[in-house]
């Protein structure tokens, strides 16, 4: 950045590679994912979860997508049942711990690897 420029949020971009299944495949889970997140970063949540199952014309882009609004923003997320992997971004103008929201979404897929950027905006 610039000096004097100022930094409008932070965006934490997930791609989790080789996850549980059975995790990425339920809305349940997928619905006690974003409230577990939402309390460890310390973010509100706007509205109800939006988790739909679609993207059936595709093996690989069928399953769930979940946005939750948030005070400070927004979370995303797309699931591919065929490939096993999942895709999550959180967007905030409030500072979090990307190192723990990273940890906690690896650990709760089953992932066996995921690839974590940081960025501010």
Same mark, same amino acid.
């Given at each position: #950045? /610039?000096? =004097? !420029?100022? @930094?409008? =949020?932070?965006?934490? %971009?997930m ?9 990425? *495949? !339920?809305? /349940? ?5 974003? @409230? ?6 310390? #973010?509100?949540?706007y509205?109800?979860t939006?988790?739909?199952?679609? =993207?059936? !014309?595709? &093996? ?9 609004? $948030?005070?400070?923003? *927004?979370?995303?997320g797309?699931?591919?049942? &065929?490939?096993?992997?999942?895709? $999550? ?6 500072? #979090?711990?990307?190192?723990? &929201? &990273? /940890? ?5 897929? =089953?992932?066996? /690897?995921?690839?974590?950027?940081? %960025? @501010?905006?």
């Amino acid at each position: #950045m /610039k000096k =004097g !420029s100022k @930094n409008y =949020g932070y965006e934490l %971009i997930m791609d989790l590679y080789d996850c549980d299944l059975e995790v990425i *495949s !339920s809305k /349940k889970k997928l619905q006690e994912y974003v @409230n577990t997140l939402c309390k460890i970063i310390d #973010m509100k949540q706007y509205g109800k979860t939006l988790l739909p199952y679609f =993207g059936l !014309s595709e &093996a690989f882009t069928k399953g769930y997508s979940l946005v939750q609004l $948030i005070e400070t923003s *927004s979370i995303t997320g797309h699931f591919s049942e &065929a490939w096993k992997t999942a895709y $999550i971004n959180v967007f905030t103008c409030k500072t #979090m711990d990307e190192k723990a &929201a &990273a /940890k906690f979404t690896k650990e709760f897929f =089953g992932a066996k /690897k995921i690839k974590a950027r940081f %960025i @501010n905006r």
